[in-house]
Structures are given as structure tokens and as C-alpha cells.
């Protein structure tokens, strides 16, 4: 399935980001970079660290079977500018599926998802899925400055709310698992903009669905989608639409519909990218393993 942040992030090179990160030209002692960055194992004893040290905390919620995560691993905690951020910030790393009250806590619904905090653990922000060392260097350097936070853009659309900024904060709740606060904000963009004449509708629409279907309210999520495809027809959006729907029937228990609704995408669809996903969702759904099940 295609993946995509919404958002884009300033890219900053690397030395330019770790200056910025550490205040420039300063007249203060340099502290060596350590070899690597040492994560704390549990949410407590990050706390614990980051209130004796009076720092920030990095908490990096992963999963074991997650691709995306052990890229996070391999190429950005490994990067020497991110490693040098330990100086100044408490990383830590934990398993969203050991420590479900954590990951609960934080409403952590993908992976990997880092969340930057205050020593006390109130969320500041969070980065959704990967990024590369630049980018992410950027993302926390923003961060610490309250720049692109949830509250920046809720402060911005005080003094005069646009639909990118009700977007934005929409996907920002929606990241955090607030999602009666997410859709209230997508809402909005549909509801002043039902043309789509701004471009964000559409996209306002399928958020509200994938909102419904993260709910397991799929019956009301496949609604949503069949209006997308039904308003936005002979468009991307209204073929993600569709395999969203077979999706839902899939998560739904209602095997004969999805395997119906997935060939029907392919019929509908044959160059779609997505076509190899849906023959293997139908590969699973006809010849389910059974291995596993007592």
C-alpha cells in the first residue's frame, strides 16, 4: 500500500542541523560525542533520567516485525549528528507491544512513532513513521523550539484558521489517536469546501474514513469511501478508495465480500501499484494459515 507524511519537513544538511541543535558558536565547553546512543529500556527509568538531567526525552515506540523501525535503527540512530543529540537529550526505546500502557498512554497506533517530551513525559510532538538522519535532526531541532508542533498550528489558526492549517492539525490529532478531535478539524474542510476547489477535500474525506475504520466503525468508514469514489471518480484518491474498501470488509470478518471487493479492484484497476497487495490479500484470504491456530 502506498505510504505518505502529509507534511513536509525542512531538510536541513546535517552540519548546519546539529549547530543549530547545539546553539551555534557557543563559548562552552565541547562535550564528546558518544560511540552510540544509549536508549533507556523502560518508560520509568527515561523519566527518571530526564528529570535528573533537567533534558528532553526521545521515546521511540517499535515493534519487532516493523521494517520501518529497524531503518530507523540502522540508518538514523546510527548517524553521528543524532548520536551527538544523547549529549543533550534522553533516548529511549520501547517495545509498543510489551509495554501496552505506555504505548496506550501515548496513543501510539504506528510504527515506528517517536515521541519528543518533556522530562515530566508531556508530549511536545511526535514524528509518524521514518526519516532519515537530516530530516529528523531538523524535526526535533523545530520541536525544541515549539516550531511545527501541535500547538504552533493551533496557535496560527487562532489569528485566522485556513484549510491547510485545519488539515495539519487534523493529521496531528489523528497521530496522536485523539481522533474526535482529528475529524472535528477535517470536518471543517468539508464542510466549507465540499467543491474540493482548494484541493483538501478529498483528502479531509479519506482522513475521516480511515478515522471511522481505525475505530473499527467500518460500515460508517465505507460510507466516506464510497462517497470518495462516487464524487472524486477517475482519480487517485477515488482508487484508494476502493482497495480501502475491500480493506475494511477484510478487517470486517466478511471474507466472501472482500475477496469480491479485491478482484474488483484488480478488474477496475489493473495498473494500479497496488494490484500485486490485493492479489496477496486474496491469496490470504482463500488459503488462510491455519498453522498457527490450535
Known amino acids: 500500500m502506498r505510504k505518505g507524511r502529509k507534511l513536509g519537513l525542512a531538510v536541513f544538511c546535517v552540519g548546519l542541523a546539529a549547530l543549530l541543535f547545539f546553539g551555534g558558536c557557543s563559548k562552552?565547553?565541547?562535550?564528546?560525542?558518544?560511540?552510540?546512543?544509549?536508549?533507556?529500556?523502560?518508560?520509568?527509568?527515561?523519566?527518571?533520567l530526564a528529570q535528573q538531567k533537567n533534558q528532553k526525552l526521545i521515546i521511540d515506540f517499535y515493534t519487532d516485525w516493523c521494517t520501518w523501525c529497524?531503518?530507523?535503527?540502522?540508518?538514523?540512530?546510527?548517524?553521528?549528528?543524532?548520536?551527538?543529540m544523547s549529549n543533550d537529550i534522553v533516548f529511549a526505546r520501547i517495545n509498543a507491544e510489551q509495554d501496552t500502557i505506555t504505548a496506550r498512554k501515548y496513543g501510539v497506533s504506528g510504527y515506528p512513532t517517536v515521541v519528543f517530551a518533556n522530562s515530566d513525559g508531556a508530549e511536545?510532538?511526535?514524528?509518524?513513521?521514518?526519516?532519515?538522519?537530516?530530516?529528523?535532526?531538523?524535526?526535533?531541532n523545530d520541536y525544541m523550539n515549539d516550531i511545527h508542533t501541535l500547538n504552533y498550528y493551533l496557535r496560527q489558526a487562532d489569528s485566522g484558521a485556513t484549510n491547510e492549517l485545519n488539515a495539519i492539525i487534523g493529521e496531528k490529532y489523528a497521530d496522536r489517536g485523539m481522533y474526535p478531535e482529528a475529524e472535528?478539524?477535517?470536518?471543517?474542510?468539508?464542510?466549507t469546501d465540499s467543491q474540493n476547489?482548494?484541493?483538501?477535500?478529498?483528502?479531509?474525506?479519506?482522513?475521516?474514513?480511515?478515522?471511522?475504520?481505525r475505530g473499527k466503525n467500518f460500515d460508517d468508514a465505507m460510507a466516506i469511501f464510497g462517497k470518495v469514489r462516487k464524487q472524486f471518480a477517475g482519480t487517485e484518491m477515488a482508487v484508494d478508495a476502493e482497495i480501502w474498501t475491500a480493506i475494511c470488509l477484510r478487517q470486517k470478518g466478511d471474507t466472501t465480500a472482500a475477496i469480491k471487493a479485491f478482484e474488483n479492484f484488480i478488474g477496475n484497476n489493473p495498473t494500479?501499484?497496488?494490484?500485486?497487495?490485493?492479489?496477496?490479500?486474496?491469496?490470504?484470504?482463500?488459503?488462510?494459515?491455519?498453522?498457527?491456530?490450535?
Open 28 to 48: 562552552k565547553t565541547e562535550v564528546m560525542a558518544p560511540a552510540k546512543i544509549e536508549f533507556a529500556t523502560s518508560y520509568e527509568q527515561a523519566l527518571q
Open 70 to 84: 529497524k531503518r530507523l535503527d540502522t540508518v538514523t540512530f546510527v548517524d553521528s549528528a543524532v548520536i551527538a
Open 124 to 140: 511536545i510532538d511526535r514524528i509518524a513513521g521514518f526519516l532519515p538522519p537530516p530530516d529528523f535532526i531538523g524535526a526535533i
Open 184 to 191: 472535528s478539524y477535517f470536518q471543517k474542510i468539508i464542510d
Open 197 to 213: 476547489k482548494e484541493g483538501y477535500t478529498d483528502k479531509a474525506m479519506m482522513a475521516v474514513a480511515d478515522l471511522k475504520r
Open 272 to 294: 494500479s501499484a497496488d494490484t500485486t497487495y490485493a492479489r496477496q490479500q486474496i491469496e490470504k484470504l482463500k488459503n488462510p494459515d491455519t498453522t498457527s491456530g490450535s
